[in-house]
């Protein structure tokens, strides 16, 4: 089955900071990949994607490449802010499986100090 | 621009309970879902419909029931509240049900308790 796996946190960085969040995906067809972005006591907001192998998503200074070889899509920013402090969802949708379903990675909390 | 809109934002309730949370959105999209968010599990779908009249289960469907009447509105029911069911609950719509390239859009959640 579909399923994404991805990097544990919480992560604490100083402002300016280099950031990656590991993420890594199983899917039985060919996934469009997703970063979504939770701020707190809010939903979640697409923060980039990438829909073919290769394919670089990029939004707001992060950056992640979709990596079929290593079934990988880690999201970096080379310089955090303290307002990119968040939690982080890597996400996968499967056209094999039908519809729109998302599956989700557990979620990196983000905490940027200054 | 209204987007996804759920209601309501917090709310309480008794084991064995039932309530209804309410999920609408503006935007004329075909696809809806319902997710719930728990610590160190991400999110999960609990159900989806890719058009009215149509619906389907997710990933962790028991407890829970749904209704697509609309286009607009995507209603949650819990049938008999459990403890097990404290969570926090996201609506989420997309343009396309069979276009796995699109984006959803979420509402800003449901956070539910039951005692």
């Known amino acids: 089955g579909d399923s994404v796996t991805q990097m544990e946190g919480p992560v604490t960085l100083s402002e300016e900071a280099f950031l990656t969040i590991n993420c890594t995906y199983t899917?039985?067809?060919?996934?469009?990949l997703f970063w979504y972005v939770q701020y707190p006591g809010e939903g979640l907001q697409l923060l980039l994607k990438?829909?073919?192998?290769?394919d670089k998503g990029s939004n707001k200074g992060f950056e992640a490449t979709y990596r079929k070889e290593t079934t990988s899509f880690h999201l970096e920013k080379g310089s955090v802010q303290v307002s990119d402090s968040a939690v982080y969802f890597c996400?996968?949708?499967?056209?094999?499986?039908?519809?729109?379903?998302?599956?989700f990675g557990t979620g990196t909390r983000l905490t940027v100090i200054p | 621009n209204a987007g996804v809109t759920q209601t309501p934002k917090f709310q309480v309730l008794k084991t064995g309970q039932s309530m209804t949370l309410q999920c609408a959105q503006d935007?004329?999209?075909?696809?809806m879902s319902w997710y719930r968010q728990d610590p160190g599990m991400g999110l999960r779908l609990i159900h989806y419909?890719?058009?009215?009249?149509?619906?389907d289960q997710g990933e962790v469907p028991n407890g829970y029931n749904v209704s697509r009447s609309t286009t607009e509105d995507f209603p949650l029911r819990l049938l008999s509240a459990a403890p097990s069911q404290t969570s926090v609950y996201f609506c989420?719509?997309?343009?396309?049900?069979?276009?796995?390239?699109?984006?959803?859009?979420f509402g800003d959640g449901t956070r539910l308790s039951i005692l």
């Open positions: 989420a719509s997309s343009p396309r049900a069979w276009n796995s390239d699109q984006p959803q859009h």
């Open positions: 899917a039985t067809g060919y996934p469009s």
């Open positions: 990438a829909t073919k192998a290769d």
């Open positions: 996400a996968l949708s499967d056209r094999e499986t039908g519809a729109n379903n998302l599956f």
């Open positions: 935007m004329n999209h075909e696809y």
């Open positions: 419909s890719v058009g009215a009249g149509i619906t």
